[in-house]
């Protein structure tokens, strides 16, 4: 059965013009106020420095506002082609892991592989564990989980173990040496990280729509977040399960046939992947040079200049992840994709991409420097008050905040109303979306999902400030020349104590601190407007440890509270089995579970 994709790239196309048409007149009126308003004293070099940077600043907000709009007006999807009959091709679902609890990670397998089973499909799945464990302990415990997963899934001769000697290339490397040496053994490959989970009619799904479309190479899911018990990760999980439907929705309208990889719970055809995405070891020493550590979308747009279509298929349900429990866990995932996204700009001019490659490219590196840019423009706009003559403003003005000299307040209500439009309102549009189609009986009904989203826009707001600061120090750290690496990821409880968000969050506090004397000096008219910003940062240690506390119950709901999926059902089951009974390996186990 044929693709359909003549509608797909028409209604691309105009997703794409409407977006970026909207998004640059909203950042050209941003940047007309400062110049209108300025106009009256003469347009000095710091009013065109901070035009500049509010259009840039205002762009990029008005990027993911458009995303969001799109979403929500993007009802009609072009046709999906499935096949309905048997399913002929292998699959084999890859599980990279480096350094996880082997555990939770073999019960995961056991309970997708349980879940297949479960559909009668009569296909053929396959599991491949690579591990690029560098402990060796750890190691000894995935081999003798693994072999408990032989034992309990009868699984010899359809699930395999190995483990690199050396994890050259990280995870990409990982699946790039398995593709190549044991590839041709399969058609797809389902590409799942270590705390992945996928129902198996999800799977099956997956695999009867690459089969029906020819030229489909890379098939994207949205994952939910599930698991989160923190206030900070209870928040991640809701908004990853009310606000990110839409947006991916809006993603995938202007995307098309060029869409994005998110490097896990994707299906991908193995030779079409084993042709186009073998990864260059770009120039020059790391963190720039090396090998690229944002990956997926770099594979994404090797497929696509190969002619390949690469799609994201938002209405998929049954597609699962973890998320951080914590600020510093977040920002030491964060810091790696800012150094991988960063790379990107090695990549731009690289030959044969697609234009729209190239934007998304663009567009990662925009997301990591746009906090630099909101940073250059305070710093510009306390430059404007410090250096400009300073008269008294007026105590008889009937205003609750300072007057800006110049008549500058104005430019500081349109900015505070710009900002609270591009972030604010399509997240309360949303909420609207979810009231008037049903889908907010999920998220507590009408009361508790506008609850949620409240708490939600207010807690984000809070810690925005301590984010951009670590993530404002990722850019600076990479544009140094300190490399990052590929530290773990933290799977575990997450709870921090006061001592420990102390450490990580103190430079945090005192820059601050640092920040709010140097504008009480230079420029105390606008020690108000910026306390929003200085504040959360001088108690950054103490918003780190409070978020990193158990949410309670009722906070954020989702539809996973009270409607446990199958497949976590599964899991759960799994590891309490193990928990009661957990014999030994024996040697022949451990052997036969080693890859070839």
């Keep these: 059965m044929a693709q359909p994709d003549a509608p797909l790239r028409d209604h691309t196309r105009g997703a794409r013009a409407l977006a970026i048409a909207a998004s640059i007149l909203a950042a050209a009126a941003a940047g007309m106020v400062f110049q209108i308003y300025g106009a009256a004293d003469g347009v000095g070099v710091l009013d065109v420095l901070r035009s500049t940077l509010i259009f840039l600043s205002t762009w990029w907000l008005a990027w993911g506002a458009a995303t969001a709009l799109l979403g929500l007006t993007s009802r009609q999807r072009p046709p999906v082609a499935r096949i309905t009959g048997p399913i002929t091709g292998r699959t084999v679902v890859i599980v990279p892991v480096y350094n996880e609890d082997p555990r939770i990670t073999f019960a995961r397998i056991a309970a997708m592989d349980a879940s ?107 994952p939910r977040v599930v698991g989160g018990r923190s206030r900070f990760g209870r928040a991640m999980q809701f908004a990853a399960g009310f606000h990110s439907p839409i947006f991916a929705r809006g993603l995938a309208a202007t995307q098309g046939r060029t869409g994005p990889f998110w490097g896990h719970n994707a299906i991908v055809r193995i030779r079409a992947w084993a042709e186009s995405c073998g990864l260059p070891e770009l120039p020059g020493r790391a963190p720039f040079g090396g090998h690229i550590m944002s990956h997926d979308y770099v594979e994404a747009a090797l497929l696509a200049r190969a002619g390949w279509l690469v799609r994201l298929d938002d209405d998929l349900e049954g ?48 997301a990591y420097i746009a906090p630099l840019i909101w940073l250059a423009f305070i710093a ?111 799977r575990g409880d997450g709870g921090l104590d006061i001592a420990e968000a102390w450490a990580a969050g103190r430079w945090i506090s005192f820059l601050g601190l640092a920040g709010m004397i140097a504008i009480h ?76």
Excluded at 138 to 143: P, S, T
Aim: charged share 20%; net charge neutral.
């Design 116 to 222: 297949i089973i479960a559909t009668h499909s009569g296909a053929q799945v396959d599991f491949a564990v690579l591990s690029d464990t560098r402990d060796d302990k750890i190691a000894l415990q995935e081999q003798h989980w693994f072999a408990r997963l032989l034992a309990r899934q009868h699984g010899e001769g359809r699930m395999f173990y190995r483990r690199r000697e050396k994890n050259t290339g990280r995870k990409a490397g990982n699946i790039e040496e398995f593709i190549t040496s044991s590839g041709a053994a399969w058609d797809y490959a389902v590409i799942l990280d270590a705390d992945s989970l996928m129902e198996g009619d999800t799977i099956i799904e997956m695999i009867r729509r690459i089969e029906a479309a020819p030229k489909l190479a890379l098939l994207q899911t949205l």
């Design 319 to 366: 597609s699962y992840e973890e998320g951080p429990e914590n600020i510093i866990d977040h920002a030491k995932r964060d810091r790696r994709w800012c150094q991988g996204n960063l790379q990107h700009a090695k990549l731009l001019c690289a030959p044969g991409l697609k234009p729209w490659s190239r934007f998304v490219f663009v567009q990662g590196i925009f």
């Design 380 to 490: 510009a706009s306390i430059a404007a008050v410090y250096w400009v003559e300073i008269p008294d403003y007026f105590p008889e003005a009937n205003w609750p905040f300072p007057v800006f000299p110049n008549d500058q307040t104005p430019k500081a209500i349109g900015l505070a109303v710009g900002v609270f439009g591009l972030l604010v309102m399509p997240k309360l549009l949303v909420a609207l979306d979810a009231i008037f189609t049903g889908r907010a009986r999920g998220f507590g009904g009408i009361g508790g999902s506008l609850r949620a989203v409240l708490t939600e826009l207010a807690l984000s707001s809070v810690i925005a400030p301590i984010l951009m600061a670590f993530q404002s120090r990722s850019v600076l750290q990479v544009l140094l020349g300190r490399d990052g690496g590929w530290p773990p990821n933290n």
């Design 521 to 596: 000096l230079m420029a105390p008219v606008l020690t108000l407007w910026l306390m929003p910003v200085a504040l959360p940062m001088m108690i950054a240690p103490l918003l780190i440890w409070w978020t990193s506390r158990n949410a309670s119950p009722h906070a954020f709901p989702v539809p996973e509270d009270t409607k446990i999926p199958p497949i976590l059902a599964r899991h759960d089951a799994v590891l309490a089995a193990w928990a009661i009974s957990t014999p030994a390996p024996t040697a022949t186990m451990v052997a036969e579970a080693k890859l070839g």
